[in-house]
């Protein structure tokens, strides 16, 4: 019992710990199972207001077991790595009740070094910033760039929306963010661009 219990993960010292086997979740040949695609963040579930979010244990069913997990200030942290570390997927799981829920997933290149035209954002259209009903598709980005580009999804239980974060370079050295809203289907539409 106690080995049992070395190999497992237990987040606070309550009467009813929940205990994650971290062996489920994590294998060190994990980068050979890596099979993520931008894309893959549409049928992500996240915790919200009215929704459960995928637990660690359902990631990895339908993904592969990462590469390597971090559990830090009661969030739990799966990455999954390729094998040439070019890239990196981050998701972070917080604490609802006694589970786990995914919060946050990250999408990471390296290497890349995109650079975008000073005006690549102008030809988007921007749609309701609370919905982001009518605003450019985030897939027109992704037809364009590729997995050259790093997004960021992120999802809050006192609120439904879903925000994905795609930032970019560009030339004359300044950044744009472009934050894209969940719809129903999947999609997600343009909210806002903002150039710093």
Known sequence: QARKQDSSLSAGKSASPYAIDLEQLASEDAESNFSWKQSDVEK??????????????????????????????????????????????????????????????????????????????????????ETGAGGTSYKELLEKYGDAVNLTVSSSDDSDEIELVMDFQKKNGDYVDLTFIRQENGDFLLSSKDSY
């Open 44 to 129: 992500l579930q996240f915790l919200t207001g009215k929704d459960s979010g995928e637990t660690p244990e359902e990631m990895v069913d339908a993904y592969g077991k990462a590469s390597s997990v971090q559990f830090d200030s009661g969030e739990l942290k799966l990455f999954w790595d390729d094998n040439s570390y070019n890239k990196e997927v981050k998701a972070t799981f917080s604490k609802k009740g006694k589970q786990l829920q995914l919060v946050k997933f990250e999408f990471n290149q390296f290497g890349k070094n995109l650079t975008v035209e000073d005006n690549f954002a102008d030809g988007f259209k921007v749609g309701n910033s």
